[in-house]
Each structure stands twice: as C-alpha cells, then as structure tokens.
C-alpha cells in the first residue's frame, strides 16, 4: 500500500473577489477531501456566500485558482460545474410549480429523444426512472411524481431539489441552509441524507447559521469574516457556543 499521501478532491488557492470598491474576498486559500462535511459559517456580509457562488459557476473570481479532482477548475456558468461535479442547492426555491415532481427532478437534463411531451419539456422512461431513482437516495418517503410540484410539502420540495442536483452524480455538493422551512422529522431525515452521502464518497459543503445542526453533521467548520477565513475548527474542537462565537466573527 502506498504511503504518498492523496490529493485534495477541491483545491481553492488565493481566490479573490470585489465588488466596486469592496473587497468580498480576500486571498481564500482552502482544501477539501473525498467524503467531508465542511460548514461554512459567518455573518451575512462575510464572503463565505460568495464563495459559494464561485464554486457553484454563478460567479467569476477575479483572482487566484480553483483545482477539482486535480484539474483546473473555472466553471462559466452553473451548467459547466455541474458538469464537471459540482451542484448546488440554493436556500432559494427552485421549484416550477406547474411541473410535476418528475419534471422537476430532471429540469436540466432533459433528453430530446423522449416521446413525451409535456409542458414544453422533453423526456422519456429511463429519463422518469433516473428521477424516481434520485428521489430515493433523498427520502424513502412515497411521492407521486405525476402530481404537480406546487401542490408538494415544503419538505418534499427540497428533496426534490436535492434529488436534481444528485441526478447529475456531482463529486461536490453545495447545500446552503437546508433545512430551512423543513419540520423536525425532515431535518433529521436530512441530517441522515447528508450522512449518507458522505460515506458515499461525496464532499458537502453545508452553510448554515444554526449551530445546533453544524454539530450534528459537521467534520469541520470554517469561519469567515470581512472576506477573510479566520479560523478552523475540526470535530471535536467546537461546540455550540464557539460556533456561535465563531459566526459573530469573534
């Protein structure tokens, strides 16, 4: 067995970003693994959004570089970084109410070679199936995938938002406040998905302002302030109190 220690899945070296005369980040230098939960945390203004935002393809760092599985990483749009492995699940809704749950889940990865069409999308069986099958990873909650996604629980509405990012396999993913509008049973139904996906392999970067929930699924937590990361706490290192501190910027 060899003993050369392995590569970074996502290498962030010197990323930098301004707004006009506000410098947003400054100088981001960060590494993440294979199968890792890393929160990201700080007041609203401190950048780590941003990041986000630039991991995701939605925004273009000004300076510095991003490597991904060892390649370099420069995604133009959020298509090109799903791509290339990585999704993001916005605390926003990104649900079309007059789609089905179905037609949601595959939003984006439409095939023009389905027989079907409704709505003005395309898709066809196996394209149906892989929906079915991304849900399940999700929740092993019953949905009709036929029913219009308007008429769905807000519960069952994330899911379908995680089950699409998913349908792409993606290497890294993004969750920015996810259990925002989720009851207790679905939080910790969430809690256990996210689990799950990391002893699948996959790196999750979890944004939240609830410490109690950081605690729960974090391996490591990374502050940010003015731009800047200020601190790294591992697993074991931090309790709710510190976090809480730790978003304060303190």
Same mark, same amino acid.
């Given at each position: 067995?060899?003993?050369?220690?392995?590569?970074?899945?996502?290498?962030?070296? =010197?990323?930098?970003?301004?707004?006009?005369?506000?410098?947003?980040?400054?100088?981001?230098?960060?590494?993440?693994?294979?199968?890792?939960? @890393?929160?990201?945390?700080?007041?609203?203004?401190?950048? &780590?959004?941003?990041?986000?935002?630039?991991?995701?393809?939605?925004?273009?760092?000004? =300076?510095?570089?991003?490597?991904?599985?060892?390649?370099?990483?420069?995604?133009?749009?959020?298509?090109?970084?799903?791509?290339?492995?990585?999704?993001?699940?916005?605390?926003?809704?990104?649900?079309?109410?007059?789609?089905?749950?179905?037609?949601?889940?595959?939003?984006?990865?439409?095939?023009?070679?389905?027989?079907?069409?409704?709505?003005?999308?395309?898709?066809?069986?196996?394209?149906?199936?892989?929906? &079915?099958?991304?849900?399940?990873?999700?929740?092993?909650?019953?949905?009709?995938?036929? &029913?219009?996604?308007?008429?769905?629980?807000?519960?069952?509405?994330?899911? %379908?938002?995680?089950?699409?990012?998913?349908?792409?396999?993606?290497? %890294?993913?993004?969750?920015?406040?996810?259990?925002?509008?989720?009851?207790?049973?679905?939080?910790?139904?969430?809690?256990?998905?996210?689990?799950?996906?990391?002893?699948?392999?996959?790196?999750?970067?979890?944004?939240?302002?609830?410490?109690?929930? @950081?605690?729960?699924?974090?391996?490591?937590? %990374?502050?940010?302030?003015? =731009?800047?990361?200020? &601190?790294?706490?591992?697993?074991?290192?931090?309790?709710?109190?510190?976090?809480?501190?730790?978003?304060?910027?303190?």
């Amino acid at each position: 067995m060899s003993d050369t220690p392995q590569s970074p899945l996502l290498k962030i070296e =010197g990323i930098r970003k301004r707004f006009g005369d506000t410098l947003v980040l400054n100088e981001i230098t960060l590494e993440a693994s294979t199968g890792e939960i @890393i929160a990201v945390v700080g007041e609203n203004g401190s950048g &780590k959004s941003t990041l986000m935002r630039i991991l995701s393809g939605s925004l273009g760092a000004d =300076g510095g570089t991003m490597r991904l599985q060892s390649k370099i990483y420069a995604p133009q749009n959020p298509k090109e970084a799903l791509r290339k492995g990585m999704a993001m699940v916005s605390q926003d809704e990104t649900i079309c109410p007059e789609l089905t749950a179905a037609e949601n889940i595959v939003l984006g990865n439409e095939t023009a070679s389905g027989r079907n069409h409704h709505l003005g999308i395309l898709w066809d069986k196996p394209l149906l199936e892989r929906a &079915k099958g991304a849900y399940s990873r999700v929740s092993s909650a019953l949905i009709d995938f036929q &029913k219009g996604a308007g008429l769905l629980s807000g519960g069952q509405r994330k899911s %379908v938002m995680i089950a699409r990012a998913l349908l792409s396999s993606p290497t %890294v993913l993004i969750l920015d406040e996810p259990t925002n509008a989720l009851g207790l049973s679905e939080q910790n139904e969430l809690f256990e998905l996210v689990r799950r996906l990391k002893q699948q392999g996959l790196c999750i970067f979890y944004v939240s302002h609830k410490p109690a929930e @950081i605690t729960e699924v974090a391996d490591r937590v %990374v502050g940010f302030k003015q =731009g800047r990361i200020t &601190k790294t706490l591992r697993k074991g290192e931090f309790d709710e109190t510190r976090l809480m501190r730790l978003m304060m910027g303190t």
